[in-house]
């Protein structure tokens, strides 16, 4: 083992509303160690540079040469805007502002899909009881890997003889689809907001508060909740009408969306589930509604059933993953 790769590597994982960072060790071992794992909002910073500055500072160890950053955005060139927070950053700047021999940048849920081979059972929770039969297990494996958060992220998945290969995309902003009259009408409302309408903007932290907004114009009531806390906490309460619809239509729009990415990538071995609102509404995912529009799809309604849905239930699944992709870089 070289002096560099002794040292490891800075992990992170860029978030719209948080930054996480690690440390990970490049000691060959099947699934990456991640050390001090630390969380802080992005608020607290003007920049990543600054963050991660911060990070390095506290942890009183040997300064790492290497760094893997997952953001969440898409990555064309030198030039990052993080989509849902006002950060923006050139890479060959950082990387000289850290003082790193070695920098790479992925999208977020590239990283979460690089995590997805090293998560065990605990880490998983199925939703639905669908297995892939064993003829659709090829030796190549193909999955999707989305999930709601401060936005919505999503990417291809693809094993090739034990190597991760990662399609990453900005797909979450496709535009939104209804599928009934009461989905219509609340198109209707969100398009007085913004003149056009991804599937974003109602399946995200953001897309719960515009989905609420909608659904008590819709019913004509008054609204009174103003974050998506609010709102999923009235819905788990059972103490408010409004919210609890919000949190229905959330999840069998996920569902819907899920379905949709598992026809257009052809992930016919699973489809998983990340985000930082998933593990939250994760019991009103797994109720049935999420299934049954995922499977939704007419002619292949029969093959959307064999196809299975996990939860990723691991807490820090994007430096897993961007852990794992230092690895693999450094391969």
Same mark, same amino acid.
């Given at each position: 083992m070289d002096g560099q790769s002794a040292l490891g590597a800075l992990i992170a994982d860029i978030g719209g509303t948080n930054a996480r960072f690690a440390l990970c060790a490049s000691e060959g071992r099947q699934r990456p160690v991640l050390t001090g794992v630390c969380e802080f909002t992005v608020a607290q910073f003007a920049s990543l540079a600054q963050a991660a500055s911060h990070y390095l500072a506290q942890m009183h160890a040997p300064r790492p040469r290497r760094s893997v950053i997952a953001v969440a955005s898409a990555v064309t060139g030198d030039e990052i805007k993080?989509? &849902? &927070?006002? #950060? /923006?950053? /050139?890479?060959a700047n950082l990387q000289r502002e850290l %003082?790193?021999? *070695? =920098?790479?940048v992925i999208n977020d849920y590239a990283a979460i899909a690089m995590a997805v081979p090293h998560l065990g059972r605990p880490e998983l929770e199925p939703i639905g009881q669908a297995v892939a039969p064993a003829a659709v297990r090829r030796a190549d494996r193909h999955y999707a890997v989305l999930g709601p958060g401060t936005g919505l992220g999503m990417c291809r998945l693809l094993l090739r003889q034990g190597r991760s290969v990662v399609i990453d995309s900005e797909g979450g902003h496709v535009g939104f689809a209804p599928s009934d009259d009461y989905e219509i009408a =609340?198109? *209707?409302?969100?398009l007085k907001q913004h003149a056009r309408v991804s599937v974003e903007r109602l399946v /995200? %932290?953001?897309g719960l508060r515009n989905l609420y907004a909608a659904v008590c114009a819709v019913e004509g009531v008054a609204g009174g909740m103003n974050t998506s806390e609010q709102i999923t906490a009235g819905a788990l309460a059972g103490t408010d009408a409004a919210c609890r619809r919000a949190v229905e239509l959330f999840c069998s729009i996920l569902g819907g969306f899920a379905g949709d990415v598992a026809l257009m990538y052809g992930a #016919?071995? %699973?489809v998983y589930?990340? +985000?930082?609102?998933?593990?939250?509404?994760?019991? #009103? =995912?797994?109720r049935g509604e999420f299934r049954r529009r995922f499977e939704s799809k007419g002619r292949f309604g029969s093959l959307m059933q064999t196809i299975p849905t996990f939860a990723i239930t691991h807490p820090q699944p %994007?430096?897993? +993953? @961007? @852990?794992?992709a230092a690895?693999? #870089? *450094?391969e």
């Open positions: 993080v989509t &849902n &927070n006002d #950060w /923006s950053f /050139s890479i %003082g790193l021999d *070695q =920098i790479r =609340i198109l *209707q409302c969100l /995200s %932290g953001p #016919w071995d %699973g589930l990340g +985000g930082g609102m998933t593990v939250t509404l994760l019991p #009103w =995912i797994c %994007g430096l897993l +993953g @961007a @852990a794992a690895a693999d #870089w *450094q």
